[in-house]
């Protein structure tokens, strides 16, 4: 009798280190195998042209494009591989994010080792997964109407959103997602419109109690923050 054909995988994050650990993670099972890395998300999308790839495992903090935006590239492909996201955020905005963007499962990188094995299994059989933390914090969410506002954005607001939190300047923002200056700015408008804030010290203080940003980031960002 033949073997099943392993799952093939690539592994996707910005830490060399990071993605050795996972690898060895990964191929401690017979059934996957890791057959390419990447260090961004474009190095990940290109990456998936070859149509050799099963599961892609994508982590969403990443320098240049953004796990959210490689998902959504990734997702459009004829035929398109798999995408589970496997990363540092618990909070459930960034989980129902994926999903617009088309992932297929969301586990938290402080989930036991076993459920990174289990979710990759079941993605891979095209089955929506989500660790039990962000299943919880999804569910606990919609009770929420700041919570539900911030599910009301787009995947590109959202990237936006994510951007200008970590400091980044519109015309950087502009370069980073491939879109018109004007067009960030209007995208920008439109978060804060959706989210109810007047200005962006609105905008970080809704952020920090939503917990899209946390108070050890909000050292780095305070600074590139407009006074008053």
Known sequence: MNASPRIRVLLVDDHAVVRAGYRALIESEPRFAVVDEAEDGERAYRRTHAG??????LDLAMPGQGGLSAAQRIAAREPA??????SMH???????QAF??????????SSPPATLLEALASVAQGR????ADIA??????????????LETLTVREFEVLRLLLAAHAVEDIAATLHLS????????YAVKRKLEVRDDIELVRLALRLEV????????IAPALPAG
């Open 90 to 96: 618990a909070h459930p905005s960034f989980a129902a």
């Open 52 to 57: 050799d790839i099963d599961v892609v495992v």
């Open 181 to 188: 200056v004007k067009t960030v700015r209007n995208l920008h």
């Open 100 to 109: 617009a963007a088309g992932a297929l499962g969301y586990v938290t990188k």
């Open 81 to 86: 591989p798999r995408v589970l996201v496997f």
């Open 213 to 220: 940003v946390d108070l050890v980031d909000f050292a780095a």
């Open 136 to 149: 919880q914090a999804l569910a606990l969410a919609r009770f929420g109407s700041a919570h539900a506002r």
């Open 128 to 131: 929506r997964y989500l660790s």
